[in-house]
C-alpha cells in the first residue's frame, strides 16, 4: 500500500494540469496549487500517508458528511422531512427544483440542504454550543483532539456568502428554517471552516468502513444500517453536478470540498481522504479524484 | 437463498399496496397487478425462482441496459459525445436540462438519452436489422433464444409517444439525431417491447456480476472496466428520480421499466431479476423494491 | 363622468365575488373587503369620485412606478443597466430568468427589479433620506402633502420578507446590489408603505396623462419621451402575470399593488386610480380591474 | 408623410449595421440584406411608400395576426382554451412554461401557440383547404387578389423544423392537437410562407386601425372589441422577447416576422409596414425596428 501511494504521489507532484484553486476569498485563493496528499486509514488501524498528507486544509463541504451523521443521531430520520435523498442536477436546477419542491433541498450535500441539516440540528442551541458540539463530534470520529475551525475562512465565507445568504432566505420564505438565519448562515461557515490534514480525514471516515463502528477505536458512531446509507448518499450526491462522473471513474461513495479535499470510503476495506487545491470545472479537486482513480484500479476496490 | 425467495414472495402475495400499473397504453393497463416474480442467477450457474418467475413481461426501460452495453461493444467511448453520465431530476428538468446543454441528454438510462443511443447504433442500418442485432445479443447475454419481442407493445408505444417524439425532435434541432427521426423512433420503441421473464432476465444480467464474463457460460461481453462503469451508471441513473432512493434503501446498481420489472447486480455476488406491474409514484416497481430491499437485508449484497 | 363613476360603484357595492385579500402581513389581512373606491382626474383639474375615493390604503408595489420615476431623474437611462425592460412570467419564471440573466432582473416593476431600484438610487444615502425623498417626490407629483407612509406595515413586511430578501441577496451574487442589503430591503418595505387614497393616486399619474406634466399643477415631472416609456412599461409590465390579461380587458398602462389599488393612465386624457382589497388569483385586485374593464367601454379610453 | 418615409428610407438606405438575415433556411438566407421598404396605409384610402416597397418576402410570423383573427372568427373565445394571453420571455421559457402549463402556450404569437392556432380552425379539413381558406383571407383583408405562398420557403422550413415538431409533439403528449401533427405543421409553414410586399402588408393591416372594419373597403372584419383585443396582443407579445422594447422604443402594436417585414398599427391613424431583411439578437428587424421609431418620433402616433 506504502508502495502504490508513494508511486500515486509521485505521479500526481510532476503533472502540470492541475486545476484551478477556489478563489472566492482569499483564504483559499492563496493556497499553493503545488501540493498533493494522500493517507489510507484501514480498519485494523495501519495508516498510510504520501505527499503532504498531514498539511492543514479547509475541508469545507466534506464537513457536510459528519453534521449529516450528527443530525441522524440527534434527530433520526426526521431529517428527511429537512431535505431529500435524490442526486440534484447542476446550480441552475438546485433553484429550480428548490422553487419546484417547495424550499425541500433535494439532498443534504447541496448547500441549500446543509444550511437545511444545521437548522435542523440547531435546536434551539447557540452557534457556538453547536459548532463546539460538531467539533466535538469530528474529534471523537477521528480520534484526534487537536482538530479546529479556521476562523478567518469562516468570516470570509460569511463576508462573501450572498447566494447562501439568497438559498436560506428562500428556503426560511417556504417556512423551512427555524432558527435565526445569520445564526444559521454563521455556524454553516464555521462548519465548512473546519481544518484537518488527510490523515485525519482518513481516520474520520472509518466508522463508515466498518459499518458504523471505528474499528481502531472500537466506537459505534451509527447503525450499521445507517452507516451503509450514508455511503449510498455520498455515492449518489457527494459531488455536485460531477458525482456520476466520480462513480465511473472512482466507484467509491466520496464527498469532496473546494478546499480540494476528498473523502473516499471504500465499505469494508479502507478509508481515503485526498488533498489538491486545484478543482476541475464542476468543483471538486483535479488531482483528487484522478488519485483515487489510479489507486482504485491498484487496489480493486470499486463496489462495482 | 430458496427460502429466502419463497418468503418474500409470500410476503409479496399477500400485500395490498401494489403501487398503480402503467396505463398509458392498453397492453400494460390489462396486466395483472398481482402477479410478482423473482429470480436470483449465481455466477456459479444456480437459478433460484421464486412466484411468476417464469410469467413473460414487457421489460421496458430496462432493455437501456441492454442497448448500452451493445453502444459501448459497437462504438466505444464515443456513446459519451452523444449522452452524459450524470443524474437527471424529475421529468421536469429532463427537458430544461436538454435545453441547457443543447440537446445532450443527462444520460443514456432517460427516455431521450436512450433514444440517443439507439441512434447512435443504427449505423445506417434498417430498423430490422438493428432490432434483430439487438434481439441476438440478449439472447446472448441471456443464453436463451427464445426471447422475443412483443410487437403489439410496440405499436401501441409507438401511437401513444408523442413525448418521445418530441424529445427525438428536439435533439434533433440540435443536429443530435443522424437518422430518420421515425425509424429511430421505430427502433426504440421496438427495444422496449422485448418480453422476458424472471428467469431471463437474471440471466441476462450475469455479466455484470462477474466483471464483464458470464461465467456461467463463458462468454466475456464487455471488458471488466466497462462492466463496473455499466454497474455505476445503474446505481446513479437506473430509477429515474427515485435512483437515490433506490440507492438508499436497496444499495445496487439496477434499472427498472414501467412493466415492473427491476434487474439488480450484486458485484461478484449475483444477478437479479424482480417483477411485480404496481408502480410507485415516480414510476419503479413498488413489490420490486420492496422484495429487493427485503432480500438485501437478508444477504447483506449492499455494495455499501 | 360622475354619473359613470357612481353607477360602476354602486355596481361593485353589491357584488360577492371581490376576490381575496392579502393575507401575508397582518396589516393587509385585517383590511375590510366590502370596500371600493375610484377617482378620475382630468388634466383641467376636475376630479371625480364615488365610493370610499378618500379612504387610505397601502400603495405596496403601485410605488414602483414612483422609484422608477425617481430613478430615471436621478441617474438616467443608467438605470436600464440594472433591470430590464420584458415583461417577466410568472413567478416561477422570475427567479429562472433571474439565474439566467446573470441576476438582472427583467423589469422594474417585478420586485427584484424594484429592489434593485431602490439599490441604484441609494446612491450612499441613508434609508431615511431616500425615504424623504421619495415621499417628497410622492407628495409633489401628487399635489398633496399629508401622503404618508405606514411604518407598522413597513415593519410587517420586513418581519415576513424572506422572499424579497432571497431576491436581494441573489442579485447581490452577482455584484448587482452596491448597499448593505439590510438598508435596502427597509427602504424598499417603506417605499411599498406608502398609504394613500384614491384620490392622491389618481392626481399623482398626472404626470403620465400629459407628457410628463401635470397640468393641473403645470409641473414638469419627466420629458414628454420619458413618460411615455413609463407608461408602456405599466401597460406591458404592470400586473406581474396578469399584464397580458390587463391589457386585453382593460388596454391602458396600468400599475396594481397587493393593497388592492390600481393606478390606470389614459394618455392624454384621465389618470384613474381604483381600490378594491380582495384580489385575483395573480394578485390584482378582482373589482378595480373589472371596474376600469368597465369604465373604459363607456368612455373609450383604450390605447387600443 | 412622402417626405418622412422618404427620409427615413434615405437614412435607412445608408447604414452599415443592418442586423443579421435569418439563415435556416436557404430561401431567407439569399436575400440581399442592403434592402428597405415601408407603407404607410391611412384609413381614407391613401398609400405612402418609399424604399422596396413592392418587393416581396416571407411573411413569416406576420402571418399569426391573420391566422388567429381567423379563428376568433370561426370559433370564436373557444380560441382562449387553446393559447394564453400572457406574454413569454424567451425561447429557453417557452419550453419550461408549456411543461409547467401542462401543453399550453403562453400565447398565440409564440411557434406553439400559432401550431396551436391552426390546429384549432383546422376542423377536419384538408392542408390544402385550410391554406385556401387563409389565403383568401388575407386577399380579402388586404384587398389584393395577387398574395400567394412561396411553396419553397414552406417546403425549407418543414425540412428544419424539428424545434417546431418538437414542440408540436410535446403539445400533443397533452392532448392538446387534435390533428395529424404533419398536416398541421405543413398547414403551419405554408401559413409562415405568404409573400407579401410592404404595400399590401400594409393594407392588410387596416381593418386594425379602425376597430375592427377595412374603412377603405368597408368591409367589416372583425368586432370593435376585437380588434383592439388583437392591438392589444399585438403589443404585449409582437416581437416575442424583443416585445418590450419595441413597446418601449415605438410605442405602437406590432408584429415581426423573421423575414425582416414589421406589420405595425397605430390605432385610428395609420397601418405601416416596414421590411429590412437583417434582425437584430432577439430577432426583429433592426432597421425595421429603427424605422418605426423615427417614424413614430416625427409623427406622435404612439399609444402612449
Request: proline residues 3%; charged residues 20%.
Given at each position: 500500500m506504502q508502495n502504490i501511494l508513494d508511486d500515486i504521489a509521485e505521479q500526481m507532484r510532476v503533472r502540470t494540469d492541475r486545476g484551478k484553486v477556489a478563489d472566492y476569498i482569499p483564504q483559499l485563493a492563496a493556497v499553493n496549487p503545488n501540493q498533493f496528499g494522500i493517507s489510507v486509514a484501514l480498519p485494523d488501524g495501519q495508516l498510510f500517508n504520501a505527499g503532504c498528507a498531514k498539511q492543514l486544509f479547509s475541508i469545507q463541504s466534506i464537513s457536510k458528511v459528519f453534521s449529516l451523521t450528527l443530525a441522524l443521531g440527534k434527530i433520526g430520520d426526521a431529517v428527511w422531512s429537512k431535505v431529500g435523498r435524490e442526486p440534484s442536477g447542476n446550480a441552475f436546477n438546485s433553484i429550480v427544483q428548490l422553487e419546484l419542491e417547495h424550499g425541500k433541498p433535494r439532498n443534504p450535500f447541496i448547500n441549500a440542504g446543509a444550511i437545511a441539516v444545521v437548522d435542523a440540528i440547531m435546536m434551539g442551541h447557540e452557534p457556538k454550543e453547536l459548532l463546539a458540539e460538531i467539533l466535538q463530534f469530528v474529534r471523537y470520529i477521528a480520534d484526534d483532539n487537536s482538530i479546529g475551525i479556521d476562523d478567518k475562512v469562516a468570516l470570509s465565507e460569511l463576508a462573501t456568502g450572498n447566494r447562501n445568504a439568497s438559498l436560506a432566505h428562500f428556503m426560511a420564505s417556504f417556512g423551512r428554517i427555524d432558527h435565526d438565519i445569520d445564526c444559521v448562515l454563521g455556524a454553516y461557515y464555521h462548519l465548512c471552516s473546519i481544518s484537518m490534514n488527510c490523515q485525519q480525514l482518513a481516520k474520520s471516515g472509518l466508522f463508515l468502513v466498518s459499518d458504523g463502528v471505528n474499528q481502531t477505536t472500537g466506537a459505534r458512531v451509527v447503525s450499521s444500517h445507517r452507516a451503509r446509507r450514508l455511503n449510498s448518499l455520498m455515492l449518489m450526491c457527494?459531488?455536485?453536478?460531477?458525482s456520476g462522473e466520480f462513480a465511473y471513474r472512482v466507484g467509491l461513495p466520496g464527498k469532496s470540498g473546494v478546499g480540494g479535499g476528498i473523502l473516499a470510503i471504500a465499505p469494508g476495506k479502507a478509508s481515503i481522504a485526498v488533498w489538491s487545491p486545484g478543482l476541475d470545472k464542476v468543483g471538486n479537486s483535479k488531482l483528487g479524484s484522478l488519485a483515487l482513480e489510479m489507486l482504485i484500479q491498484r487496489t480493486g476496490w470499486s463496489v462495482f
Amino acid at each position: 500500500m506504502q508502495n502504490i501511494l508513494d508511486d500515486i504521489a509521485e505521479q500526481m507532484r510532476v503533472r502540470t494540469d492541475r486545476g484551478k484553486v477556489a478563489d472566492y476569498i482569499p483564504q483559499l485563493a492563496a493556497v499553493n496549487p503545488n501540493q498533493f496528499g494522500i493517507s489510507v486509514a484501514l480498519p485494523d488501524g495501519q495508516l498510510f500517508n504520501a505527499g503532504c498528507a498531514k498539511q492543514l486544509f479547509s475541508i469545507q463541504s466534506i464537513s457536510k458528511v459528519f453534521s449529516l451523521t450528527l443530525a441522524l443521531g440527534k434527530i433520526g430520520d426526521a431529517v428527511w422531512s429537512k431535505v431529500g435523498r435524490e442526486p440534484s442536477g447542476n446550480a441552475f436546477n438546485s433553484i429550480v427544483q428548490l422553487e419546484l419542491e417547495h424550499g425541500k433541498p433535494r439532498n443534504p450535500f447541496i448547500n441549500a440542504g446543509a444550511i437545511a441539516v444545521v437548522d435542523a440540528i440547531m435546536m434551539g442551541h447557540e452557534p457556538k454550543e453547536l459548532l463546539a458540539e460538531i467539533l466535538q463530534f469530528v474529534r471523537y470520529i477521528a480520534d484526534d483532539n487537536s482538530i479546529g475551525i479556521d476562523d478567518k475562512v469562516a468570516l470570509s465565507e460569511l463576508a462573501t456568502g450572498n447566494r447562501n445568504a439568497s438559498l436560506a432566505h428562500f428556503m426560511a420564505s417556504f417556512g423551512r428554517i427555524d432558527h435565526d438565519i445569520d445564526c444559521v448562515l454563521g455556524a454553516y461557515y464555521h462548519l465548512c471552516s473546519i481544518s484537518m490534514n488527510c490523515q485525519q480525514l482518513a481516520k474520520s471516515g472509518l466508522f463508515l468502513v466498518s459499518d458504523g463502528v471505528n474499528q481502531t477505536t472500537g466506537a459505534r458512531v451509527v447503525s450499521s444500517h445507517r452507516a451503509r446509507r450514508l455511503n449510498s448518499l455520498m455515492l449518489m450526491c457527494g459531488h455536485y453536478d460531477g458525482s456520476g462522473e466520480f462513480a465511473y471513474r472512482v466507484g467509491l461513495p466520496g464527498k469532496s470540498g473546494v478546499g480540494g479535499g476528498i473523502l473516499a470510503i471504500a465499505p469494508g476495506k479502507a478509508s481515503i481522504a485526498v488533498w489538491s487545491p486545484g478543482l476541475d470545472k464542476v468543483g471538486n479537486s483535479k488531482l483528487g479524484s484522478l488519485a483515487l482513480e489510479m489507486l482504485i484500479q491498484r487496489t480493486g476496490w470499486s463496489v462495482f
